[in-house]
């Protein structure tokens, strides 16, 4: 089995021919696909099946399999907008349904031979909690849309009652209080049903290891093709559980490429926001200057829905923008039915019209009305990029062990973590933690890093403002994650949607990428192309 895999934190290279990469190389060192012929780990050694579900095996007594069966036509594939109408109409309850999602995560996701290792824990509280949504359902005020929704969240979201570990051993007994984002989304009336696996420290630690491989959740696997098609990374968990129908939606982040990239391998929708539009209080961070939390759902229309849900003003996030918008803002044009794509200009990038995906989907965007201009890339680089990340990361993690980690932990540092993954290496690091090395070892005074920070956010605005400003563009059209660097340090939002599927059966997607706080728009274009092109598949063994 070959299996290419590439870092979460930049997928420039995936989207270069051989002559770009060698061109790129300069600019972002220590960046390379790599062949795996198998896994060092598949399984962890730091996490029991039987520990997860210990807490709710009692509870659970009471759900059979003919009750799932019977369940499964009503809740798999549906969007949330189904999910209401099929409560509201008495077919299943918000404790059915949690219960529902607990018995396939159970059955589907560990110690088997479909076995996907998406999930790293669940929330023990789970079941209470969808009772309590039962009986505020008959309270007749009108509840937001993500209310009793079952929602799975990346495992570098703080989350009370479950550790948040990034993935990885040192963040083991890191129980912390709620993120900002995870507030929001319990004021909302949203169930957190558990955390989901990553690659660990969002993909920003090891350097040698396969996406979607955390200590403490071990190897993701992709369902499209276990061991075969790569998860992508970081947020793997969340790409993989949504794409098996695990729960409803699941929160990622990426700092670039960790949305879209399992978004798109795993043939979901993901959104990585504009900067400032999500917070990113207490979430376990790479890059305050790039980071994001943002939805992954199986649909555009929970994609805007999970969006209005997450929104809301931080004044702990320096970034954080306030918009005095509503829950519905995102969803207001889709779900009215009103949204048109008629008379919008997408640059189409030439490099990659070979791809028959592609070309496909610009020629469905076409007969909704759209305009396609066919556009040359910018001769653009991204020096320094992995310098600002680590530049980033050396105060930006001390910052999360001041303000937002448990207590009791008494890391103060990456160089912390690196010592204490040395006392066990085999369970801690099995490929090892060569980015941690170079977060410590780089070095740049206060100019050199306000200058490379804005050399990086120039040349990435620039690398999209010039053809959308030559063309009167409205989006410019790439595939998976291959532009998501320099939409990161031009801190433009990016949307993809599946588009199909390779001969081999690994899925892909097309990526809309705009202009600052322009989702809203961005989810209605890309609403319009979902539904008339209907790409979308489950993975055929999980259903």
């Not at 504009?274 to 992954?296: A, E, H, K, Q």
């Not at 954080?320 to 044009?333: A, E, H, L, V």
């Not at 010039?466 to 059209?477: C, E, G, R, T, Y």
Request: aromatic share 10%; hydrophobic share 35%; charged share 25%.
């Amino acid at each position: 089995m070959k299996k290419i895999i590439f870092l979460a934190i930049v997928f420039l290279l995936n989207a270069c021919g051989p002559k770009e990469q060698a061109k790129k190389q300069d600019d972002i060192s220590a960046i390379s696909a790599k062949e795996f012929t198998t896994f060092k780990v598949l399984d962890s050694e730091n996490i029991e099946n039987q520990t997860i579900w210990s807490s709710l095996d009692q509870e659970m007594n009471d759900f059979s399999e003919a009750e799932y069966e019977k369940l499964k036509p009503h809740i798999l594939e549906k969007n949330i907008l189904e999910l209401h109408k099929n409560r509201t109409q008495g077919i299943f309850t918000y404790e059915t349904l949690v219960k529902f999602y607990l018995y396939r995560i159970k059955k589907y996701d560990r110690d088997n031979e479909l076995s996907l290792n998406s999930v790293i824990s669940i929330n023990p509280n789970i079941i209470a909690e969808a009772k309590q949504k039962d009986q505020e359902f008959f309270n007749k005020r009108l509840k937001p849309l993500i209310f009793g929704m079952p929602i799975l969240l990346k495992d570098n979201v703080n989350t009370t009652g479950m550790p948040t570990t990034a993935g990885a051993v040192a963040l083991k007994n890191n129980y912390t209080e709620d993120a900002f984002i995870v507030k929001q989304l319990k004021g909302q009336g949203a169930l957190i049903l558990g955390k989901a696996n990553l690659s660990e420290w969002a993909y920003f630690f090891c350097g040698d290891c396969p996406s979607g491989y955390s200590a403490i959740g071990g190897q993701t696997l992709n369902p499209y093709g276990r061991k075969i098609i790569d998860t992508g990374g970081s947020s793997a968990g969340s790409g993989v559980s949504v794409a098996t129908n695990f729960a409803v939606a699941a929160v990622g982040t990426e700092t670039a490429g960790s949305i879209l990239s399992p978004s798109s391998q795993n043939s979901v929708v993901g959104l990585k926001p504009t900067i400032g539009l999500l917070s990113r209080s207490g979430i376990v961070p790479i890059s305050s200057t790039l980071d994001t939390p943002g939805p992954m759902t199986k649909s555009v229309i929970d994609n805007a829905i999970l969006l209005g849900a997450l929104y809301g003003h931080d004044p702990a996030d320096s970034k954080s923008r306030s918009f005095k918008w509503s829950g519905n803002y995102y969803i207001s044009g889709i779900k009215n039915g009103n949204p048109s794509i008629k008379g919008k200009r997408f640059g189409a990038i030439k490099r990659l019209l070979k791809d028959t995906l592609y070309i496909n989907a610009i020629n469905v965007l076409k007969q909704q009305g759209a305009i396609i201009v066919e556009i040359d890339e910018e001769e653009i680089g991204l020096p320094k990029f992995i310098n600002l990340l680590n530049l980033d990361m050396q105060k930006d993690l001390p910052e999360y062990f001041k303000n937002y980690a448990n207590k009791e932990l008494s890391y103060t540092s990456v160089q912390d973590v690196i010592d204490f993954n040395k006392k066990d290496s085999a369970k801690t690091m099995p490929y090892g933690q060569k980015l941690f090395y170079g977060i410590v070892d780089d070095k740049a005074n206060k100019k050199e890093f306000l200058d490379m920070k804005k050399v990086l956010h120039d040349n990435g605005k620039s690398y999209f403002d010039i053809p959308m400003k030559a063309h009167n563009l409205d989006a410019v059209l790439s595939v998976n994650n291959y532009h998501a660097a320099f939409a990161a340090v031009a801190e433009y939002p990016a949307l993809t949607v599946p588009m199909g599927y390779t001969g081999k059966g690994e899925p892909k997607g097309i990526t809309f990428i705009g202009k600052p706080f322009t989702e809203k728009s961005m989810l209605e274009w890309a609403y319009i192309y979902e539904q008339a092109s209907k790409m979308r598949k489950a993975p055929k063994n999980y259903n």
